[in-house]
């Protein structure tokens, strides 16, 4: 029985609904929306009205408790795309709702501007960190960004000021759809629009200044991009250990003694869906690690400021598991391959030889594979120029059966 609408509607109201969309608003017995939503079709409402509570959970609770009766949820535009939708289909099976969406912002900001929206990278920044947007900052790049409030415009042009794209072209669509609609084009070095509607959007044309932070899509990079106090995987090093850790889309990542957090940063840049946990003893470099998230765009990298293994025991089971610093602890060692998902990998990388015999022991009694890993670079020597070697790194590589 489907006995839960959800209907979007647009800044032109009950206007912009079909028939058979103001049909459902007009017989819904309860309605729930935003205070916006339930003005914008106040003059189809017949039923009962509830606002959104705060936190949401609370009426989501007395939502729930209506199975049965006619429900309509009002939702802004497409209420799949960063909606309400995504919330309520964990609630209640797609076989109980009904879905009229009416066309999202993004998809009206790409009818405005005359993007093809499946060139465009869209994402939201609506109650989360500008800093999502900066792995998408590749020059020529086009994106559309909606935002949380009148002060979203300013501060995302700031932030592409700060990292180098000031003479990036920035649209702001304010009150798409409505009569209050306005599009203004500015340079983000230069942006100083004022009174802007706290329903807006905005539209990059990305463009690079001289020295911009581009995060370049391959594995391994740089080590000065990142802030650390030498305890950092290097780059070299680095890309082979993400290859060796072969990140799948949606897995979760153990980063144990995380140091600066690179792996587990590049881990998570590798796709949106990505998840990380960065374990780190020492408070200043957990600190540090949370600093190098937000400016790698990755805020949502869980960092846990303690020891192994005893700061493993209530973290979700990881799908993958890179061990740098600290793995010297044997017990570090045996509480990663216990808490392994079957068919997950584990990474070792390993610097003293009391760790390298570790690793070695492992790999004779379980497999996997060992890997002697140096670089060497040019550096000057004298008056000439020589070659300087890293310090050798030995990888154990090991994946876990889908019985154990």
């Not at 799908?319 to 044997?330: H, K, L, N, T």
Request: charged letters at 20%; glycine letters at 12%.
């Amino acid at each position: 029985m489907k006995w839960l609408s959800i209907v979007g509607i647009g800044e032109d109201g009950i206007a912009g609904l079909g028939e058979h969309a103001r049909a459902i608003v007009a017989d819904a017995e309860i309605i729930f929306g935003g205070e916006r939503h339930l003005a914008l079709a106040a003059s189809l409402i017949t039923g009962e009205t509830h606002s959104w509570l705060s936190p949401l959970s609370d009426s989501l609770a007395v939502l729930t408790a209506q199975r049965g009766r006619r429900v309509t949820v009002l939702a802004s535009g497409d209420p799949f795309l960063y909606g309400i939708g995504a919330t309520l289909s964990r609630l209640v099976p797609a076989e109980e709702m009904h879905v009229v969406p009416a066309p999202s912002a993004f998809s009206l900001a790409a009818s405005r501007l005359g993007w093809p929206l499946q060139e465009v990278t869209a994402l939201s920044v609506h109650g989360r960190p500008l800093e999502l947007v900066l792995p998408h900052l590749q020059p020529g790049r086009r994106l559309l960004a909606l935002t949380s409030d009148e002060d979203g415009p300013a501060a995302l042009a700031q932030l592409l000021t700060a990292n180098g794209f000031g003479p990036s072209r920035l649209a702001v669509l304010e009150a798409l759809g409505g009569p209050d609609e306005r599009v203004t084009w500015h340079k983000a070095e230069s942006f100083s629009l004022a009174s802007v509607n706290p329903l807006n959007l905005c539209a990059i044309e990305v463009a690079a200044g001289p020295g911009a932070r581009i995060l370049a899509r391959a594995p391994g990079l740089p080590d000065d991009l990142f802030e650390h106090d030498g305890q950092i995987t290097k780059r070299e090093i680095r890309a082979v250990t993400l290859s060796s850790l072969a990140p799948r889309r949606g897995q979760l990542l153990w980063d144990i003694g995380a140091g600066s957090g690179s792996v587990a940063i590049e881990w998570m840049l590798a796709d949106p869906s990505m998840r990380a946990v960065a374990v780190e003893a020492d408070n200043e470099r957990a600190m540090r690690i949370r600093r190098n998230a937000l400016a790698f765009g990755v805020p949502d990298l869980q960092v846990v400021t303690g020891g192994a293994p005893e700061a493993l025991a209530d973290l979700p089971r990881p799908d993958a598991v890179f061990i740098g610093g600290g793995g010297s602890d044997p017990g570090v060692l045996d509480a990663a391959l216990a808490a392994l998902k079957p068919g997950g990998t584990l990474v070792a990388n390993a610097v003293t030889l009391a760790f390298e015999a570790m690793l070695i022991e492992r790999h004779a009694a379980v497999g996997g594979t060992l890997t002697r890993l140096s670089v060497a670079r040019a550096a000057p020597l004298g008056g000439m120029v020589g070659w300087r070697p890293a310090m050798p790194v030995t990888q154990w590589v090991w994946e876990k059966g889908g019985g154990a």
